[in-house]
Nanobody, 123 residues
Framework: QVQLVDSGGGSVQAGGSLRLSCAVF????????MGWFRQAPGKEREGVAI???????SYADSVKGRFTISQDNRKSTLYLQMNSLKPEDTAMYYC?????????????????WGQGTQVTVSS
C-alpha cells in the first residue's frame, strides 16, 4: 500500500513557474513507476510525465522542454518543475504510482493517486 499527497499548486501568470511535490508514504519507495497527470474541466485526464523505477523518463509532447520530473529517494518525494507555464496548462494535477511500468495513456489502470493540486495560469 502507498499513500500519495500532492502539493505546490497555485495561480501564476503565463511564463511563470511552479514546482509540484508528491510525498509518498508506504514501503519500497523507488520500486514504483510514478507519474504526473492532469485534468482540465470538461476534459479527460491526460499524462504529463512519468519516471520509472529504472530512471527512464517520458513527457507529453505538450510539456517537453518546459516541465521536468524528478524524485528524491531519500525524501520519498516526486517533483514536477513547471516552467514557461501557459494558460492551457491550467488543470488539476495528480501524482500517481503503481508497481508496473505504465505509459502516459494508462491513467485508468493505476491504483494509487494523490488528492490533486490545482494549477491556474492566467494570460
Amino acid at each position: 500500500q502507498v499513500q500519495l499527497v500532492d502539493s505546490g499548486g497555485g495561480s501564476v501568470q503565463a511564463g511563470g513557474s511552479l514546482r509540484l511535490s508528491c510525498a509518498v508514504f508506504g514501503d519500497a519507495y523507488g520500486s514504483y513507476c510514478m507519474g504526473w497527470f492532469r485534468q482540465a474541466p470538461g476534459k479527460e485526464r491526460e499524462g504529463v510525465a512519468i519516471i520509472d523505477s529504472d530512471g527512464s523518463i517520458s513527457y507529453a509532447d505538450s510539456v517537453k522542454g518546459r516541465f521536468t520530473i524528478s524524485q528524491d529517494n531519500r525524501k520519498s518525494t516526486l517533483y514536477l518543475q513547471m516552467n514557461s507555464l501557459k494558460p492551457e496548462d491550467t488543470a488539476m494535477y495528480y501524482c500517481a504510482a503503481d508497481h508496473f511500468s505504465f505509459s502516459l495513456s494508462e491513467a485508468a489502470a493505476l491504483r494509487y493517486w494523490g488528492q490533486g493540486t490545482q494549477v491556474t495560469v492566467s494570460s
